[in-house]
């Protein structure tokens, strides 16, 4: 099962640059997530969408943008690049928000120089 | 503002012992979220709780959520290597959106 598919796995981005990390699911999922982990810390939530064509803030959605075309694919666009960004990304997708697990992907580790 | 706090941040344990992990959270919140995270990896998820008292178990991990007292702790039993991990709580503001906040993370290590 593909699960929570992320890419790319690792990235360097010079400062300034824009890139976008894809992230699609194949469980159906309504609900998808972006969180940033910075080094031994927690998740923070980026963005997060309860369906095709909608999508809303979270904790920390500044420098980023989403959208949500689709059911399977929620990409994340980084714009401007700037150290600050250096973390893991992490894409997440759950079925609907309560009480459901939450599923994870493997992780995108970016680094901004 | 939610705001979820882990103790110990860092625990060594040696095996076979027992120990809990407290995760505090400071508005409330409709579901707890334990996850494991080992290094380099992704989280997985090992319980939801959903309702003050709710206890869930699986192995030597134990799970419980006091909603009052804002309060849900990880019981570790005879602990094993293979339990060295990063555990993260999260919790979600009730009747807010679907932003989760997680603790800090608790890093585990167990000894032989």
């Known amino acids: 099962n593909a699960g929570v598919t992320q890419t790319p796995k690792f990235r360097i981005l010079k400062i300034g640059q824009s890139m976008t990390l894809q992230c699609a699911q194949d469980?159906?999922?309504?609900?998808m997530y972006w969180y940033r982990q910075d080094p031994g810390m927690g998740l923070k939530l980026i963005y997060y969408s309860v369906g095709a064509g909608i999508t809303d803030k979270g904790e920390v959605p500044n420098g980023y943008n989403v959208s949500r075309s689709t059911t399977e694919d929620f990409p994340l666009r980084l714009e401007l690049a700037a150290p600050s960004q250096t973390s893991v990304y992490f894409c997440?997708?759950?079925?609907?928000?309560?009480?459901?697990?939450?599923?994870f992907g493997e992780g995108s580790w970016l680094t901004v120089v | 503002e939610l705001k979820v706090e882990q103790n110990p941040l860092f625990l060594s344990m040696q095996e076979g012992k027992n120990y809990t992990i407290y995760c505090n959270y400071s508005?409330?919140?409709?579901?707890l979220y334990w996850y494991r995270q080992d290094p380099g990896k992704s989280l997985e998820s090992l319980f939801v709780?959903?309702?003050?008292?709710a206890v869930k178990q699986e192995g030597r991990l134990m799970a419980s959520l006091d909603t009052k007292a804002r309060l849900s702790t990880l019981h570790i039993t005879a602990a094993v290597h293979d339990l060295s991990a990063t555990y993260f709580c999260?919790?979600?503001?009730?009747?807010?959106?679907?932003?989760?906040?997680f603790g800090a993370g608790t890093r585990l290590t167990v000894k032989p």
């Open positions: 508005t409330t919140s409709d579901r």
């Open positions: 997440a997708s759950s079925i609907q928000s309560s009480g459901n697990t939450i599923y």
């Open positions: 999260a919790a979600n503001q009730k009747g807010g959106n679907n932003d989760m906040r």
């Open positions: 709780l959903l309702s003050n008292g």
């Open positions: 469980m159906n999922h309504n609900y």
